[in-house]
């Protein structure tokens, strides 16, 4: 079945720092790939998404490129600040799952000044 | 323009007792999914309502129940509360069909706690 693995956490940065948060996915059909983030007490927002191969998601400074040979969409952002301390979710959406969405566990990002 | 709203934002039961969560959709939204999400987990794919209709369903028991109602918004029901139910529940909205399924705006949950 689908299934998404991210990264464990938790993740601490000074600020400016370089992140990388690693995410693969197992899919039976051609899925679209999302991160979302929860700040405390918050729901999830979409923060990027990619829907085909080689297809690289971009929003607020992050980035993440689907990779179909490694089956990976890592988030990567080049200079974090403290605003973007949240839990970030890699998620998949399966078409041959009635668009069935799969999250993975989270990752816990801490950045301090 | 409101986003997706749930009530309400935290619930305290006991064991054996039941549970009715609230969703109200984003204004112009059809379809509604709910999501357990356990301490430390991402969200787990409860069931998606459509047309007042159940459409899929996730890896959850009979005890996990829902409903839609004509103008969209939807409850969530638990009955026979477990200790291991204890969890945020996230209510999702979207349009119905094709890949305008991705587009999920979360609510920001009910925190429900069993003891």
């Known amino acids: 079945g689908d299934s998404v693995t991210q990264m464990e956490g938790p993740v601490t940065l000074s600020e400016e720092a370089f992140l990388t948060i690693n995410c693969t996915y197992t899919?039976?059909?051609?899925?679209?790939l999302f991160w979302y983030v929860q700040y405390p007490g918050e729901g999830l927002q979409l923060l990027l998404k990619?829907?085909?191969?080689?297809d690289k998601g971009s929003n607020k400074g992050f980035e993440a490129t689907y990779r179909k040979e490694t089956t990976s969409f890592h988030l990567e952002k080049g200079s974090v600040q403290v605003s973007d301390s949240a839990v970030y979710f890699c998620?998949?959406?399966?078409?041959?799952?009635?668009?069935?969405?799969?999250f993975g566990t989270g990752t816990s990002l801490t950045v301090i000044p | 323009d409101a986003g997706v709203t749930q009530s309400p934002t935290h619930l305290i039961k006991t064991r054996g007792q039941q549970v009715t969560l609230r969703c109200s959709p984003k204004s112009g939204h059809d379809t509604v999914s709910w999501y357990q999400q356990a301490l430390g987990q991402g969200p787990q794919f409860i069931f998606q309502?459509?047309?007042?209709?159940?459409?899929q369903r996730g890896n959850f028991p009979d005890r996990f129940s829902g409903h839609q109602f004509p103008n969209y918004s939807s409850e969530l029901n638990v009955n026979a509360l477990l200790l291991g139910d204890s969890a945020l529940y996230l209510c999702?909205?979207?349009?119905?069909?094709?890949?305008?399924?991705?587009?999920?705006?979360f609510g920001s949950g009910t925190q429900l706690s069993v003891l």
């Open positions: 899919a039976t059909g051609y899925p679209s």
């Open positions: 309502y459509y047309e007042e209709e159940e459409r």
């Open positions: 998620a998949l959406s399966d078409p041959n799952a009635g668009n069935q969405f799969y």
């Open positions: 990619a829907t085909k191969a080689d």
């Open positions: 999702a909205s979207s349009l119905y069909g094709g890949r305008s399924n991705e587009k999920l705006f």
